[in-house]
């Protein structure tokens, strides 16, 4: 039990006056209570001084101030005796205001702790935030800003009960990826008790984790949890940055997220979260944003880093250090290159997988984690960090291969053991499929089927050479980051005017098709086209080589009526529909999964198209005539139909035969000898085959459609 002064959170045994701050330790950063008390530590390497700020139990009054006494190799530290968990402190900072020089310096701001583990306060647009003059930028303006900026609270670390429970470890070659939003994807299913929608407990409940379990997810990709803060553009214009790639705090969870039911905090409620997905076999990825701050551009506030140690912290242009590099679009970029800052991604890493049980990472424009003084380096300090990392080298990492800044475009280019998000899967498997319908007799930039097999065999162009392997290509054709698979085959245009920008935002080159109609029709040539794209694409995403990334909504048919850049919209727009979900999609999502678990018809290996001793190529090319598919015609930009025989599938028993026909017309296929059953068919609604012959026959293959057939002894049954 604690007794309480002025709220400060003090033990039982302390005085009623506050205590003197003692030198402390300068390791581990933060604040860590340690049964006796708090000690402190803060990172500034060009401060002159440091000071810990005590609030509140509400954070909205100070009520003692003490300079940190000790100095260690650029760390400020104190120890507080008879502290304990639940105290709220901010930070001070004193040096010099010297925008030229990089510093920026305001003992006026109080300041948000880099390794705050729990942030008190909702976050308001203020004048006070700013350090710099809004009219004269180079001037300082002092009003404190105590009652209204964001404060820390200590936590108790380890307390939680994981009642045994460890996570999967689901190998690469099994991992389905499933990128959801935690408020989106459960805030309209009516299979919820309404306070649990949109939440942490949302998503750990029993008919979310149902619906991961019935399509076949190993893996749930969660986009940004961590404390984030809306733009102030934004705000102005009475939006949120729903999406949440805009982190202030790498510790701390976002509590607009948590439900607060039977009185749980945050981090104890999504902690039970991921305690349920790993009772049910389902992994946790963090979507992570370790490349830019809140703190935006010069123009932005002095919340946390930017008045700590500007200099320190973000990248600043060598001839003009007043502003900053922006590799990002997001106003600065965080400077890894710094030791400090390196231990600080490393250490909120190592957190949120020791602590919190996380599964692994998805970074947000990882180029800028691979920047050094010359650009992108596949062996920059981060990587070489976490290869050697006893925690971080064993979970999974998973790179958005770019940033905005120069060489920042690196698909293919991370070390060995990275997954990709391999933009070139999505493009080319768009342009084969779709811009094949709507050009049906025209050629169309990379639509070949040598582009179709090179992607669908885990663009070995860009990894085979790298001797990396076919699983770290993360193969998707719709991620959260533009129009959804339904919008994809509804719309030509971007719709997005409710984000306010006048329908800029957003990307315009989408390689989509409305199928005749632009949004909504209830034209059954117009649906039965849209059905059929849908269903090739979903098929060739999670059954190529590689590792499969599906986006939260696309195996029902979501729809964000044609907004393509929706991180502004926390309303039905991104929230699935659950009451109008397509059963039928599900199934078929479903049951495409069902065939990779049993089949995988790649296995994580670069095949040859050697022979066996028996003559069986462990992969080889068909044209329809049954030909070898060979020389020029893989590039016939009008010939759109081929077969691919896997002689040694990933775990199927016997060869498999995919059969592709992006044509808009249905083709008779030649089969190889043997005996065949087909096991799936996207023609279909539900993908439900029931073909099974003798080959050297034609096989009825229909427009716009992928085939799946398995030779006798696959031993395979379908559900």
Known sequence: MNSRFAGYILSDDQSDEH??????????????????????????????????????????????????????????????????????YGLRAYGPWRPDRGQRFDASKVLLDPYAREVVGDFVWREEHFAADREHPLHMD????????????????????????TPPHTPLADTVIYELHVKGFSKLSEKLPPELRGTYAGLGHAASIAHLQRLGITTVSLLPVHFPVDEERLNRMGLVNYWGYNTLAFFALNPRLASGHQGLSPRDEFRQ?????????????????????????????????????????????????????????????????????????????????????????????????????????????????????????????????????????????????????NDHFRDHMRSFWVQSAAHPSQPVDGATRGAFALRLCASSDLYQPRQRAPAESVNYVVSHD???????????????????????????????????????SDDPAVLTLRGRLQRALLATALLAQGTPMLCAGDELGHTQGGNNNPYCQDNPTTWIDWPKADDDLIAFTARVLWLRRQALPFGNRWYSGLTDALGLHDLAWMQRDGAPLQGGAWDDP???????????????????????????????FML???????????????????WYGQGETRFPLRAHSLVVLAAAGADLDPP
């Open 19 to 88: 205590p003197a701050l003692q030198p402390g330790l300068p390791w581990p950063m933060g604040a860590h209570w340690d049964g006796q008390g708090v000690n402190f530590a803060v990172f500034s390497a060009n401060a002159q001084a440091m000071e810990l700020c005590l609030f509140n139990e509400d954070g909205t009054q100070e009520v003692a101030r003490y300079r940190l006494p000790a100095h260690t190799s650029d760390v400020w530290h104190g120890y507080l005796p008879g502290a304990a968990p639940g105290l709220v």
């Open 142 to 165: 002092t009003h404190d800003n105590a009652a209204f900026a964001l404060k820390a609270r200590v936590v108790r670390e380890g307390d939680f009960d994981w009642a045994g429970v």
């Open 273 to 421: 979260m991921v305690k349920a997905l790993h009772t049910a076999g389902i992994e946790v990825l963090l979507d992570v944003v370790y490349n830019h701050t809140a703190e935006s551009d010069e123009t932005g506030p002095n919340l946390s880093f930017r008045g700590l140690d500007n200099a320190s912290y973000y990248r600043l242009p060598p001839d003009d250090r007043a502003h900053y590099e922006n590799h990002t679009g997001c106003g600065n970029t965080v400077d890894i290159r710094q030791p400090r800052v390196l231990q600080l991604v490393m250490d909120s890493l190592r957190y949120w997988v020791g602590e919190m049980h996380v599964d692994g990472f998805r970074f947000d424009l990882a180029s800028v984690l691979g920047r050094g003084d010359n650009g992108f380096e596949r062996n920059a300090a981060f990587f070489t960090a976490v290869a050697q990392d006893p925690v971080l080298s064993r979970v999974k990492m998973i790179a958005e291969p770019w940033d905005i800044g120069p060489g920042g475009y690196q698909v293919g280019g991370f070390p060995r053991g990275w997954l990709e998000w």
């Open 482 to 520: 533009g129009f959804t698979l339904a919008d994809l085959l509804s719309y030509n245009e971007r719709h997005n005017l409710a984000n306010g920008e006048d329908n800029r935002d957003g990307h315009g080159h989408n390689l989509s098709f409305n199928c005749g109609v632009e949004g909504p």
């Open 638 to 668: 009008l010939e759109r139909v081929l077969g691919c025989l896997i002689g040694r599938p990933g775990r199927a028993g016997a060869p498999l035969l995919l059969l592709v026909n992006a044509d808009a017309e249905d083709h008779g």
């Open 672 to 690: 190889p000898a043997g005996v065949w059953q087909a096991m799936l068919d996207t023609s279909q609604a539900t993908g439900r085959a029931d």
